[in-house]
C-alpha cells in the first residue's frame, strides 16, 4: 500500500505452532538465531552498508531471547516491545532513502507482519520499488518461518 510518502507492506500468516512457541520464536530473532529465512542476504545487505558508511551487519543482541526498547538488533534498533500484546517494532539503521520500520504483531491465531518504508524523496521510491521483488521474497519467507513457531 503506498499512501503519499508511506509505503506499507502487510502480510498475515496463520499460526502453524503454538501462539507461545510463535513468539518465543520472535523474540529469539537476529543474533545467534539469525532471521529465519536467507539470512545470508541480510548479512549481504549489512556488508554493503558497511561499504557506504552504515552501521554494517553487528552481529548480535544483548539478550538471546528477551528484548528491550532501545536494544541494537544487527542492523535494526528496538523501538516498541510488548510481550502481553505480542507487538514488536523494529527501526533499521542501514543507509537508506528513507526509514523503514518492521513490526510484528500476534493475534489469537496468526502473525501479521508490517514493513513500513518513508522515503526521503522520489529517490527513495525509487530505491523501494526497485528491491520491493527480493524485499517480498526475503520477508514473506521470514514470516512464514516465524508462524511456524
Known amino acids: ?13 496463520p499460526f502453524q505452532g503454538s501462539r507461545e512457541a510463535v513468539q518465543a520464536k520472535l523474540w529469539r530473532i537476529g ?3 539469525g532471521w529465519y529465512f536467507l539470512t545470508g542476504l541480510w548479512k549481504f545487505r549489512g556488508l554493503i552498508d558497511g561499504l557506504f558508511g552504515g552501521v554494517g551487519f553487528r552481529k548480535g543482541r544483548p539478550h538471546p531471547n528477551k528484548l528491550e526498547v532501545g ?14 500484546s505480542g507487538r514488536l517494532l523494529l527501526e533499521a539503521e542501514m543507509k537508506l532513502p528513507g526509514k523503514v520500520l518492521l513490526e510484528w504483531s500476534l493475534d489469537a491465531d496468526q502473525l501479521l507482519q508490517a514493513i513500513t518504508f518513508l522515503p526521503k524523496n522520489k529517490w ?25 513457531g
Not at 503519499?4 to 502487510?10: D, P, T
Not at 523501538?79 to 502481553?84: H, L, Q, S, W
Not at 527513495?124 to 511456524?148: D, E, N, S, T
Request: proline share 4%.
Open 1 to 13: 500500500m503506498n499512501s503519499g510518502n508511506k509505503i506499507r507492506e502487510v502480510m498475515r500468516f
Open 31 to 33: 543474533g545467534e538465531s
Open 71 to 84: 536494544d541494537p538488533l544487527d542492523f535494526w534498533r528496538v523501538r516498541e516491545v510488548d510481550e502481553k
Open 124 to 148: 527513495g521510491k525509487a530505491y523501494w520499488y526497485l528491491v520491493l521483488p527480493i524485499h517480498k521474497l526475503i520477508f514473506w519467507g521470514m514470516g512464514r518461518a516465524i508462524a511456524k
